[in-house]
């Protein structure tokens, strides 16, 4: 059986200035893609749009404690991500705010948290994930570029720190990441974020996903935007096409 949570925030209300335009598009996206592309294969498909930490990780919750062996199960989330003063990344949930010298960790999730809700899975269940946001230092926010703004959000107190994974990489998780930990991720505006739509337009049923994330590179390469996707996961689940195992 197989089961999406597919979240896109574009509204940050406790940080003014911050909103983005591509993240709701991105999850009306992936709605559509997967709808089209694996038709009655998902079971249960729940869109969040500018969503709270609170309401993701309760729908990510309720999909992973209903999944039994076998059980296919896809995270999509959009939105403003950076890194915690000790070089551990986060992604943005709608309500993030700053509290002290940081991040109020109840409105950000953590790669400790991804790694936990995919290590907590029975065996015999997948996790694929993907990441449309930044991992990047300081303020470097790219502005004044005429491709987008990016995904960063970074809080007013602290210094550059050095990037982190976001998984331990878990056998059974997936991460299909729109940049790498020291880049920045474009959002396209009303179009999307540059690596969502790169990854729509660029997949096919027979690609692996290693030829998927291959082929996406070269797209956004192509195009000039300075990220570089990157895929994480075991050698095996990367020679099988996305959404199989």
């Known amino acids: 059986m197989k089961r999406a949570v597919i979240v896109g925030n574009n509204e940050y209300p406790n940080a003014p200035g911050n909103g983005l335009i591509g993240c709701v598009p991105d999850l009306q996206h992936v709605r559509a893609f ?16 500018n969503a709270t930490k609170a309401q993701e990780m309760a729908a990510l919750t309720a999909m992973c404690q209903a999944a039994k062996p076998g059980d296919y199960l896809l995270w999509s989330h959009s939105s403003h991500g950076g890194l915690q003063d000790d070089g551990t990344p986060f992604i943005a949930c709608s309500d993030i705010r700053e509290l002290g010298n940081g991040w109020d960790p109840k409105t950000i999730i953590t790669h400790e948290e991804v790694h936990t809700l995919i290590a907590g899975l029975p065996a015999g269940v997948i996790m694929e994930f993907l990441l449309d946001a930044c991992f990047s230092d300081g303020m470097e926010r790219l502005l004044g570029k005429t491709y987008s703004k990016s995904k960063f959000i970074a809080h007013s107190q602290g210094g550059p720190t050095e990037p982190k994974g976001l998984l331990p ?25 540059v690596f969502t739509t ?33 895929l994480d996961c075991s050698d095996g689940l990367a020679g099988l096409p996305f959404g199989s195992f």
């Open 34 to 49: 997967l709808t089209d592309k694996f038709i009655d294969q998902f079971y249960s498909i729940l869109p969040l749009a």
């Open 169 to 193: 990489q878990p056998s059974n998780g997936i991460l299909f990441a729109a940049c790498q930990g020291n880049e920045t991720a474009a959002d396209g505006g009303n179009s999307g974020g």
């Open 198 to 230: 790169a990854f729509i337009s660029c997949y096919k049923p027979e690609l692996s996903r290693k030829d998927l994330m291959a082929t996406i590179v070269q797209q956004i390469h192509k195009e000039s935007y300075p990220q570089t996707p990157a």
